[in-house]
């Protein structure tokens, strides 16, 4: 059985940091390309960031130069650094894995809510 668990979500103040991690099991996570997803408040759910099998990354426009993404295949785990955050980075964050070879073969976390408010 696949899981992905985000956790790390919360309340921090404008300006703020948090650290999502999102623990993988039943994959075999060095295998799967990794994404931060996101969907605020009346709003679509969007890509915030991936890597790759080879630890190539990518960042949505609005978070870059404050979010870093970064994986651990030691620890079945991928990371979202948040730094200088914004009441508009409030949102749910979801995780996303998607087999490198096979798109077919994707799965998704639950979501962890983040809240930017002073």
């Known amino acids: 059985q696949v899981q992905l668990v985000e956790s790390g979500g919360g309340l921090v103040q404008p300006g703020g940091s948090l650290r999502l991690s999102c623990a993988a099991s039943?994959?075999?996570?060095?295998?799967?390309?990794m994404g931060w997803y996101r969907q605020g408040p009346g709003k679509q759910r969007e890509l915030v960031a991936r890597?790759?099998?080879?630890?190539?990354?990518g960042y949505a426009d609005s978070v870059k130069g404050r979010f870093t993404i970064s994986r651990d295949n030691a620890k079945n785990t991928v990371y979202l650094q948040m730094n200088s955050l914004k009441p508009e980075d409030t949102a749910d964050y979801y995780c996303?894995?998607?087999?490198?070879?096979?798109?077919?073969?994707?799965?998704w976390g639950q979501g962890t809510q983040v809240t930017v408010s002073s």
């Open positions: 996303n894995a998607v087999h490198s070879l096979r798109s077919s073969m994707a799965y």
């Open positions: 039943g994959i075999i996570f060095r295998l799967y390309n």
């Open positions: 890597i790759t099998t080879s630890d190539s990354t």
